[in-house]
């Protein structure tokens, strides 16, 4: 049963990922022109004579002068064999350019969902249980200012203060002299240190967001009379308060991580900018911008897939988790 | 000796800072093995009580005077006071569960969809009685093979929402009385629950008093369940006690004018032709109707005719590529009535039975597999089920619903003035002005102020929302309404209060009703004729004397027996009910049931409009008593 549930949302990422990929395409390619277009017009802003000849032997060698629906067949097939294409700007293959990025990227991610359940966990639960106190109020408070202030702002601030009073510069993930070298324990420790800074910053709404929907989840579960029964049992309200509401609003937890990924990716790309961070974010967002088609199409792929699997990640454990997910529809009964 | 005796107990509750005092010195006494009913309207603080009792009482709740004392059999010497122990303190929480087991009215939210009934009824049992997982297994066991599990194995390892709800409350009770607990609170145990069903749970629950010893509190508003239940009655009507005393005097010389008045109040089987319910309280009084409705000839053509109505669900699980095991479901099986101008056709059935599916097929809400629907009005005969698009819109008006929960049907975003305006808006009646003055007069046929009508839903209470629920049904002149269980979520009361506004509503107006209800009793006051449902088909159709006074099926049959009569002399025989529930049909005749080839059943006529669903070759005059 389970086997055959996993299998079939292993199935429906296909076409997930298909109608993903053609909507990449078209979006990237909506604007005027190509990339070949705009370096040349470039080009002649800037006085050069532009090579008419060379920049239509490029546009033939990337296969422009093709229908885009072929172009976009050859785009597909490259991405099944791992070969994400190549970037103009950059004249190198794009998994040259994103690679180290994409782990940095990856790992902010990481880090930011963990910091948003670890902060958002305890933090809803008090909430909750102790509605309309001192406490929850405060805390409601602090939340909608997460909610409010946007990232970048954020991150002016912290860099501002972190100047102020401390007097360091807390811009970048690694420190200079590690940058382009390999992976290394001084490195890795290096990449902890300033870790924690985009972290927060790029966590805060997403933390407010789940305490809010944790804290509402829970208090609707609190009145609800499994826990009375659970209660009338003789529990301890510790334990039945584990045991049974607080097990129920894990489900919107788990299914969340889906939701969370684009967000905190889209949020990350942002915030990268102001802190100069050496993730994919200002990569993606120039490539956006001299539509540099391989390399912005290929790089939204693979943020899209990181997104599908986190949903079916949540999926797998939304079934093991509810019995209800996992059994009914069966047709014993 | 009394298990528990609570004397003059006061309980306050404080809301946004306001005092308000719900119990207000209430005594009573439950004898050890009795059982001892709390009588009440909700709102009474019957269901308080029984919180406090068990130390639940919500936050803003609390005891502010007066003793709860608890004197366990097992140690008679002692006796607790629960209103002064610690609420969430060592000694109430070894009391709770252990000692005063307690069942309540939802058994679905009761029970916690995410664990399975054996990991529940095992915690209850480990925290007071610990012991090695394997025998706490073995009683467990035991347990649901009392409560009627057929497979106790199987079912300990199931989940909550695989079970039927007469089960689910069996496993509730499992759960209640593994510690074997000196006393049972039972918060209105059946009233989620079908008739037979009710029928099946009461008598479990006095077998197991019997085998176990304990008390029963059992607080319920229903006085038949009261009648074939309890040894003491105790009325309590805001908080006071009206009377209380053994369950004989009660009944047969009821002194207080409310505990009468309530007896007046529940429609019952032997109401005279044209006996009205007295509602406790007399609603507002409504205008006079200026002329009573043409009473409609009876040879006319039936105002909505329905044919071989056919609708089945496909349900199982479903392989990627649409293989696996599906099983299809069969809700509406070959469903023909009629229902004549003017009258008012009951539809009676246990849930599940497909009687609400019919009632969204002649909506329109959902579709029919096969089978058709006319509307003939006199002046043109419409195919209900053919119509589309504008012409569809055009007849909705025709046939308006009342629902059965009037908290949900009811926007809360919306006064009740845009409520009741809606559907004049939708099919353009008349101007802004003329709308108002019909939503005011609206507002008046259902005896209801119009100053209200700036209010929002929630500051009404459900019989009034039910009211304006009633006016918005009426907004569009309707000719046939259709009142899904318009009733079943209110109090007796308030249920007299409304079942008379439909009765003179229909009276002035020549309204013609199709009357959804699983309560004999509320469909024996309101309709002319009765159709009994069951497994999806009309097994029985009567007109209402001839349905109570002889009915044939032994479907009917059974739900009759099963309704608890507010009459001493006139008690349940609990053991009539069939194990399975009514609506199987291996406990039926021969004749009735259906054989190797399903079409081979049909509608025997017995004369006098009633008919039967049986064999062909059945003996007609061997059925009639």
Redesign the interface.
């Known amino acids: 049963?389970l086997i055959?549930y996993i299998?079939?949302r292993i199935?429906i990422m296909i076409p997930t990922l298909v109608v993903t990929s053609a909507l990449i395409f078209t979006v990237i390619n909506l604007p005027e022109g190509d990339y070949f277009e705009t370096l040349a017009a470039e080009m002649q802003a800037q006085g050069e004579k532009a090579d008419m000849s060379r920049i239509e032997f490029l546009k033939q060698e990337y296969g422009f002068d093709r229908p885009p629906v072929e172009r976009y067949f050859w785009w597909v097939a490259g991405l099944l064999q791992g070969d994400m294409g190549y970037s103009f700007e950059y004249q190198r293959p794009v998994r040259e350019i994103v690679g180290d990025r994409l782990l940095l990227t990856m790992i902010v991610s990481f880090a930011t969902i963990v910091f948003t359940w670890i902060v958002a966990f305890p933090i809803g639960i008090y909430s909750a249980t102790h509605q309309y106190s001192w406490g929850d109020y405060g805390l409601t408070f602090l939340g909608l200012i997460g909610l409010a202030v946007p990232h970048f702002l954020l991150a002016l601030v912290f860099m501002y203060f972190a100047n102020i009073w401390f007097g360091i510069s807390i811009g970048g993930l690694v420190d200079p002299q590690y940058l382009n070298q390999p992976m290394s324990w001084a490195k890795f420790r290096s990449l902890l240190e300033h870790l924690w800074i985009p972290v927060i910053i790029i966590g805060a709404g997403g933390t407010a967001g789940m305490i809010r929907a944790l804290r509402a989840n829970l208090l609707d579960e609190l009145q609800?009379?499994?826990y009375?029964?659970?209660?009338?049992?003789?529990?301890?309200?510790g334990k039945a308060l584990r045991?049974?509401p607080l097990?129920?609003s894990l489900n919107f937890f788990i299914s969340d991580i889906g939701d969370i990924l684009p967000s905190i990716v889209s949020g990350a790309e942002v915030v990268a900018i102001v802190l100069s961070l050496q993730t994919t974010g200002p990569l993606l967002i120039r490539a956006l911008q001299s539509q540099d088609m391989y390399l912005a199409g290929s790089f939204l792929m693979f943020l899209s897939f990181l997104t599908v699997i986190g949903v079916l990640i949540s999926d797998i454990a939304l079934a093991l988790?509810?019995?209800?997910i996992r059994?009914?529809?069966?047709?014993?009964? | 000796m009394d298990i528990l005796r609570i004397s003059d107990l006061r309980i306050g509750f404080t809301v946004h800072g306001l005092a308000r005092e719900v119990v207000k010195g209430v005594s009573l006494r439950v004898p050890a093995g009795k059982t001892v009913a709390l009588v009440g309207e909700s709102g009474s603080g019957k269901s308080v009580i029984s919180q406090a009792i068990m130390g639940l009482l919500p936050r803003a709740g609390a005891v502010t005077d007066g003793e709860i004392l608890f004197r366990d059999p097992l140690s008679p010497r002692s006796v607790v006071d629960i209103a002064a122990l610690p609420p969430e303190g060592e000694g109430i929480r070894e009391l709770r569960g252990g000692r005063i087991g307690m069942i309540f009215q939802e058994p679905m939210s009761s029970l916690s969809p995410v664990h399975t009934i054996g990991n529940q009824i095992e915690e209850a049992l480990l925290l007071h009685r610990p012991m090695p997982k394997a025998s706490a297994r073995g009683l467990i066991e035991a347990m649901l093979k009392r409560v009627g599990f057929k497979n106790p194995q199987r079912a300990f390892d199931m989940y909550a929402f695989e079970l039927s709800g007469g089960l689910r409350q069996r496993a509730m009770l499992a759960m209640a009385l593994i510690c074997q607990p000196a006393l049972l609170i039972a918060d209105e145990p059946t009233t989620a629950l079908d008739v037979t069903i009710q029928a099946q749970v009461l008598d479990l629950m006095r077998e197991l008093q019997a085998e176990m010893g304990m008390a029963i509190l059992l607080i319920t508003h229903d006085l038949g369940v009261v009648a074939n239940m309890a040894d003491e009655v105790v009325v309590i009507f805001h908080g006071e006690i009206m009377e209380r005393g053994p369950v004989e005097d009660i009944f047969r010389h009821p002194r207080h004018p409310y505990l009468k008045a309530l007896l007046n109040a529940s429609p019952h089987f032997d109401m005279q032709e044209g006996e009205r319910l007295v509602a406790l309280r007399e609603a507002r009084p409504r205008p006079v109707a200026t002329a009573p409705a043409p009473k409609p000839t009876a040879d006319a053509a039936p105002l909505l005719a329905v044919r071989n109505l056919q609708k089945t669900y496909v349900t199982g699980s479903r392989g990627f590529f649409g293989k696996g095991s599906l099983t299809t479901i069969k809700a509406v099986d070959n469903v023909s009535f009629d229902i004549r101008r003017g009258e008012c056709l009951g539809l009676v059935g246990e849930s599940g039975c497909g009687k609400t599916t019919v009632s969204k097929i002649i909506m329109r809400a959902i579709t029919a597999n096969a089978g058709e629907v006319i509307f003939d009005d006199g002046r043109e005969r419409v195919d209900v089920l053919g119509l589309e698009g504008e012409a569809l819109r055009a007849f909705r008006p025709r046939i308006q619903m009342i629902f059965q929960d009037p908290v949900s049907s009811l926007s809360p975003r919306m006064t009740v003035m845009n409520i009741l305006r809606e559907p004049l808006t939708i099919h353009d009646r008349g101007e802004t002005a003329e709308q108002t003055d019909r939503v005011k007069a609206l507002m008046q046929d259902v005896g209801l102020d119009t100053r209200f009508l700036n209010r929002y839903p929630h500051s009404f209470s459900g019989g009034q929302r039910q009211r304006i629920g009633i006016a918005r049904a009426l907004a569009l002149d309707p000719d046939l309404i259709i009142c899904d269980e318009p009733v079943s979520a209110l109090d007796v009361s308030v249920q007299a209060q409304i079942l008379n506004l439909l009765k003179d509503l229909q009276a002035e107006r020549g309204l013609t009703f199709l009357f959804i209800s699983h309560n004999l009793a509320v469909v024996n006051y309101m309709a002319d004729r009765i159709a009994v449902m069951a497994n999806g088909r009309i097994v029985e159709l009567a007109p209402r004397h001839t349905l109570f006074t002889r009915p044939v099926h032994p479907y009917t049959k059974a739900l009759l027996r099963s309704v608890p009569f507010a009459d001493l002399d006139r008690k349940l025989d609990f053991k009539l009910a069939a194990p399975g529930g009514a609506s199987d049909d291996s406990h039926w005749g021969e004749a009735f049931r259906t054989g190797q080839d399903a079409s081979a059943l049909t509608h025997l006529p017995l004369g006098d409009g009633h008919y039967v669903l049986a064999r062909p070759n059945a003996d007609v005059r061997e059925m009639v008593p």
Request: hydrophobic share 35%.
């Open positions: 049963m055959r299998l079939k199935l609800k009379q499994y009375v029964t659970a209660r009338a049992k003789g529990l301890p309200p045991k049974y097990r129920m988790l509810d019995p209800r059994l009914q529809g069966a047709a014993t009964k």
